[in-house]
């Protein structure tokens, strides 16, 4: 008789084992970098150096209302930019995941395809379009709808269209998986039923995609407060957000850790912001029952 031997279950130790390089990747890169930052920001440096010490100087320096204002108006920029990719990728994300049929996969395909060139190509692409003798011009002109060229770039316009066009994908594709997860039979149920189309909307859509809504909103949300690079380039230095002025200290000449202190205070409002919004979303799409 022979005997056969099962082949033994991996033990628990195994999976992380292939977890381990990518934990300790976040660990060196992120979270201990994250802690020097923390710890600067609190730092009395000297002129030539020297720490002296623990203080508290830095951080209410930027509790002012000037730093407010600027912290404000990255979160407002944040907040416009995570609502207008909301109202246009739940269409999207609809068309994809329940008209799209058979390409689906092709729509996905041109969704992500802007991701394969380079940031910049994006950025000069919309130079053309909203400069003065470009394409949104030039048409406006030729059906008379305007007679001078319009200044578009260098304004909150430009940043707005822009962070809407390089952000909006990372709205789609969470919103897109749980539209390909929900159940459309409970929608035939609840119009037979007698109710409305918004209100199957509203009671049953909305709430069994708010984990995808969640993931895409905070997905654009946060990147959006610290982003520097578009407002920079479609803003022209005409408006300060939080990521200008993180770099203006970080930048400069011996004012690191001041650079450091800003950025523990953002992202402090970040937190209570995000909080905040989380519990909104919450509120608003789900209804009074299900709370």
């Given at each position: 008789m022979k005997i056969k031997f099962l082949p033994k279950p991996p033990s628990s130790e195994f999976p992380f084992t292939f977890g381990a390089p990518a934990i300790v990747w976040q660990v060196l890169f992120f979270y201990f970098p994250l802690l020097i930052i923390v710890v600067t920001s609190f730092l009395n440096i000297s002129e030539w150096g020297e720490i002296q010490g623990l203080t508290v100087k830095k951080i209410t320096l930027f509790l002012t209302p000037t730093y407010m204002r600027v912290i404000f108006s990255s979160m407002l920029l944040g907040v416009s930019n995570a609502f207008i990719c909301l109202l246009i990728a739940y269409p999207l994300a609809y068309f994809m995941a329940i008209r799209g049929k058979k390409y689906k996969n092709l729509l996905l395909f041109l969704l992500i395809i802007p991701f394969w060139t380079n940031f910049l190509l994006h950025v000069y692409a919309w130079f053309f379009v909203l400069e003065r003798e470009g394409f949104i011009n030039t048409?406006?002109?030729?059906?008379?709808?305007?007679?001078?060229?319009?200044?578009?770039?260098?304004?909150?316009?430009?940043?707005?269209?822009?962070?809407?066009?390089?952000?909006?994908?990372?709205?789609?594709?969470?919103?897109?998986?749980?539209?390909?997860?929900?159940?459309?039979?409970?929608?035939?149920?609840?119009?037979?039923?007698?109710?409305?189309?918004?209100?199957?909307?509203r009671r049953i859509m909305l709430p069994l995609t708010?984990?995808?809504?969640?993931?895409?909103?905070?997905?654009?949300?946060?990147?959006?407060?610290?982003?520097?690079?578009?407002?920079?380039?479609?803003?022209?230095?005409?408006?300060?957000?939080?990521?200008?002025?993180?770099?203006?200290?970080?930048?400069?000449?011996?004012?690191?850790?001041?650079?450091?202190?800003?950025?523990?205070?953002?992202?402090?409002?970040?937190?209570?912001?995000?909080?905040?919004?989380?519990?909104?979303?919450?509120?608003?799409i789900l209804p009074k029952n299900a709370k």
């Open positions: 048409l406006l002109m030729k059906i008379g709808m305007i007679q001078e060229p319009i200044h578009f770039l260098n304004s909150i316009f430009a940043i707005m269209v822009m962070m809407v066009y390089y952000y909006l994908p990372f709205m789609v594709l969470p919103i897109y998986s749980s539209l390909e997860r929900f159940d459309y039979k409970l929608i035939e149920a609840s119009l037979d039923l007698g109710a409305s189309w918004f209100q199957t909307f708010l984990g995808g809504i969640r993931a895409g909103f905070f997905l654009v949300y946060i990147p959006s407060f610290g982003e520097f690079a578009i407002p920079e380039l479609m803003g022209g230095d005409k408006h300060m957000f939080v990521g200008s002025v993180v770099s203006h200290y970080i930048l400069g000449d011996q004012t690191g850790s001041l650079g450091a202190a800003f950025t523990v205070v953002a992202c402090l409002c970040l937190l209570l912001s995000a909080a905040g919004l989380f519990y909104l979303l919450n509120k608003i």
